[in-house]
């Protein structure tokens, strides 16, 4: 009897040690870079380091999420000191973006959520696009706050859904100029809040963008994803002079680098 409780003991252990192995596995994946896509620690650091710079905003705080090309949460995190520091609800605002801008961009032509916001007006082309991919409040507000913007935040490894269409979401190419996802950050103005997306996106080098519906200054026949202020069809709202004047600035400052993907000319 004693000899058969014992194997049954080894038996049930080698189970519950295989089984964590299993999970540990599974987990590890969401919380590591993967397909290219920033490590935590590295999103969390880039993203305090352009915080501080002028972006034509308040100067608060932020919290950035990044998705996968499925639209998987792979990283939460904030640049203040603790989850109270930002405004709470910029923590989802930061996914939805990101859901957005990898939701509505292509291998060979981007869009930032910024380029959304005229289009969606009533009366225009795309009015009603907030509400077709609906955010997961489950996902949003599951688990425990306390590790809301750590690498236990509940929405990392699932897909957050959700359509915003004001500054904050870009898109993320690799060298190779493949598309692994996107970037949200929200905690500002609209339009600081994409001045902080497009420098962090930079600092990551991962915005060699193939093509856009903004042109780049001295760039002839050369576009990319950049927030657009006199453009009727892709106008965004302007928040400030300094915010405005950053943008504009960034073919010289932080210009999109040259990606290898070719966007073809398609017949109409």
Known sequence: ML???GL?????SAVVGVALIVSVALIAPMSA???GLPAAKD????????VGSDNGGLEFDMWATVVDRDGVVRAVVFSGKDRGWQWPGSRVISAQKANTANAFSLPDFALSTANLYAAVQPGETLFGLQE??????AVAYGGNSED????KDFMIGKKIGGVNVFGGGLPLYDKTGKLVGALGVSGDTSCADH???WKLRHALELDYVPAGVAEIRGKEHLTNDNIVYDDVDWA????SDKAREVAELFYTTRPTRKSPIIRPTRKP
């Open 3 to 5: 000899k058969n409780i």
């Open 8 to 12: 049954k003991v080894r038996l049930l």
């Open 33 to 35: 870079a993967a397909d």
């Open 43 to 50: 999103l969390r650091d880039k993203l305090k380091s352009v």
């Open 132 to 137: 077709s991919n609906p955010v997961d409040t």
């Open 148 to 151: 809301y913007g750590t690498d």
């Open 195 to 197: 001045n902080i997306a």
């Open 236 to 239: 965004h709202p302007e928040c």
